[in-house]
């Protein structure tokens, strides 16, 4: 089996969760997915959100060599978040914001910048992550302002509105679209996840979170009448997945109850998988 093999496989068709699976996970800590709109682009910005152009500025370099251990400071931070876990948090959170005491904004927003990378690309430490981001926000309030742009510029940074389209298996670059499409997906629901995380931590703002469903909603309903074709179906797929992860969070049972009234014929970009996966969403709402 090879690796195009095994990502494809990742993105088939599962069973859907039984009543009782779903009502289990409701009253965990859910993840939450990030709004992608078409149109305008780039996602939403938190409500009263400051412009820190020394921020922009820097952040994509950050992003970029996010794993790049040029500095004393920086490369220790790195090489311990990857070990960071329940049984030393507190040992090497400790660690961390001695080292940011001694150092200037910038740093602390490179540092800031690794944990949400961190925090987007691996699910699994997407709760350590916020707790960590939690935990320098409250030596260092300025650093909610961090957040803002990482948030903001989410699409840019991670170059997520091209919808990357699946071609035929005998096509030319099968292999990397489907391994591209399926990073893409991941990426998406990873910053989702995190942001999730960060909302249940007081990190973003409920009005900034009602935002977000808001403009998802709209788009939806927007984008499920379109034509059908596979872009517009992998950008209706990635909305719902939005709703999936949110749902025990925001309030959303009757505009999803709404979405779903509508006759099969007059949505031909909700397939029957995201018309599923909207039903276990509205049954997991509040």
Do not use: C
């Amino acid at each position: 089996m090879n690796v195009a093999t095994i990502y494809a496989a990742r993105a088939m068709p599962r069973p859907s969760l039984s009543d009782d699976i779903v009502n289990i996970i409701a009253k965990l800590k859910i993840s939450f997915q990030v709004p992608f709109r078409r149109a305008p682009p780039g996602p939403h910005r938190p409500a009263a959100r400051v412009h820190d152009n020394w921020r922009e500025n820097n952040l994509a370099d950050m992003v970029r060599k996010v794993k790049e251990k040029d500095d004393p400071d920086y490369s220790e931070i790195v090489s311990k978040i990857n070990k960071l876990s329940k049984a030393n948090y507190g040992v090497l959170m400790a660690d961390f914001l001695e080292r940011l005491k001694n150092r200037d904004a910038l740093f602390r927003f490179r540092v800031t910048t690794l944990l949400f990378d961190n925090g987007i690309k691996m699910n699994f430490f997407a709760p350590i992550m916020a707790d960590a981001y939690a935990e320098i926000v409250k030596s260092y309030p300025d650093a909610l302002q961090d957040l803002a742009s990482q948030t903001s510029m989410f699409n840019q940074l991670y170059d997520v509105d091209n919808v990357t389209i699946i071609p035929h298996t005998s096509a030319p670059g099968y292999d990397a679209s489907i391994i591209a499409w399926t990073k893409q997906k991941e990426i998406k629901r990873g910053f989702a996840v995190y942001v999730s995380e960060l909302y249940t931590r007081g990190l973003v703002p409920e009005e900034t979170m009602s935002g977000f469903v808001k403009q998802v909603m709209d788009d939806l309903r927007d984008s499920i009448r379109a034509p059908k074709t596979q872009a517009n179906e992998e950008h209706v797929d990635a909305l719902v997945r939005f709703i999936f992860a949110v749902t025990t969070k925001v309030p959303m049972r009757a505009a999803l109850l709404e979405v779903l009234k509508n006759p099969k014929a007059e949505t031909p970009s909700l397939n029957m998988k995201s018309r599923f996966k909207l039903e276990d969403a509205a049954k997991a709402s509040k």
